[in-house]
């Protein structure tokens, strides 16, 4: 069973930075398309951004050219790079592959505020 750990959160003020990652436990890392989501309270769980077993990336609408999606394979980790950080963006944040077939991870919290 791969295990998934996220780190990297915090809280910011807003328009400031934080870089997320990811850490994969077994699996077929490399050949997979890994993605982030997040969850903000009293929301459902929503995809963020993903990146392909080739490193073409995709992100939601709604990241508007703030976030960068990239992996390392060899480390079998993925990162997120957010910048400008809004107050919407506050949530938990977790990856999994974009079709989520792998457990759940604990998250990592990220807070925007001032």
């Known amino acids: 069973q791969v295990q998934l750990v996220e780190s990297g959160g915090g809280l910011v003020q807003p328009g400031g930075s934080l870089r997320l990652s990811c850490v994969a436990s077994?699996?077929?890392?490399?050949?997979?398309?890994i993605g982030w989501f997040r969850q903000a309270p009293g929301k459902q769980r929503e995809m963020v951004a993903f990146?392909?077993?080739?490193?073409?990336?995709n992100y939601e609408g709604f990241v508007k050219g703030r976030f960068t999606i990239s992996r390392d394979n060899s480390k079998k980790t993925v990162y997120l790079q957010m910048y400008d950080l809004e107050p919407d963006d506050t949530a938990v944040y977790y990856c999994?592959?974009?079709?989520?077939?792998?457990?759940w991870g604990q998250g990592t919290q990220v807070t925007v505020s001032s």
């Open positions: 999994n592959t974009r079709a989520k077939r792998w457990s």
């Open positions: 077994g699996g077929f890392f490399s050949i997979t398309a």
């Open positions: 990146i392909h077993a080739d490193g073409k990336e």
